[in-house]
């Protein structure tokens, strides 16, 4: 069946560093793919999305591109801050309109 | 976007027991989802609310221990049934205004059951 992979956390980084943050997925046609966060006591959120092939999703300073050849959608971003320390999730949804979940990737930013 | 709650935000509840999760959205939506969200594991859809009909259940879940209901278009309820320590989990409500259209989540209800 149609499932996500993204790398395991915690991931540690200091502000200003560099991010990214590995999905990969595997699904029955060309799914959509979603990025969503879940700020500390707040509920998901999406962050962003791209529904076909070559696609580049941004918000926030972050972007992720939708990679059919490697069934990728990996999360970027150039300089990172306080603020970004969330909990993010890779997500598809699937051929009948459900959205299945990557288990999340803890962020946690140094100032 | 949608703003919604959920009550109660964490409960502690004794084995055997039962807990009813309620979800408010602040406008009508088409569709209402409840998922769980087990420690260190990624959300799991446990089934989508009907209005006016029985809940549709993904598989692995079943209705006489998720009973579901849901009266109007902003409205939702999960109990989770006679409960043991592996229900311990956050179980999250979300809504699309239109089907196939972006989700939106509440803020979870954090279960703990001794």
């Known amino acids: 069946g149609d499932s996500v992979t993204q790398m395991e956390g915690p991931v540690t980084l200091s502000e200003e560093a560099c991010l990214t943050i590995n999905c990969t997925y595997t699904a029955t046609g060309y799914p959509s793919l979603f990025w969503y966060v879940q700020y500390p006591g707040e509920g998901l959120q999406l962050l962003l999305k791209a529904t076909k092939a070559d696609d580049k999703g941004s918000n926030k300073g972050f972007e992720a591109t939708y990679r059919k050849e490697t069934t990728s959608f990996h999360l970027e971003k150039g300089s990172v801050q306080v603020s970004d320390s969330a909990v993010y999730f890779c997500?598809?949804?699937?051929?009948?309109?459900?959205?299945?979940f990557g288990k999340g990737t803890r962020l946690h930013i140094l100032p | 976007s949608a703003v919604i709650s959920q009550k109660p935000s964490r409960d502690i509840c004794q084995r055997g027991t039962s807990l009813t999760i309620q979800c408010q959205v602040d406008s009508q939506v088409t569709m209402m989802f409840w998922y769980r969200q087990q420690p260190g594991q990624s959300l799991t859809l446990i089934a989508t609310?009907?209005?006016?009909?029985?809940?549709?259940?993904e598989s692995g879940f079943v209705i006489d221990k998720f009973p579901i209901s849901r009266p109007n278009l902003t409205f939702s309820t999960l109990t989770v049934s006679n409960m043991s320590p592996e229900d311990s989990s956050i179980y999250l409500c979300?809504?699309?205004?239109?089907?196939?259209?972006?989700?939106?989540f509440g803020p979870g209800t954090r279960l703990t059951v001794l």
């Open positions: 997500a598809l949804r699937r051929s009948d309109d459900k959205i299945i």
């Open positions: 979300s809504v699309e205004r239109e089907e196939g259209n972006e989700q939106f």
């Open positions: 609310a009907n209005q006016g009909s029985e809940a549709t259940y």
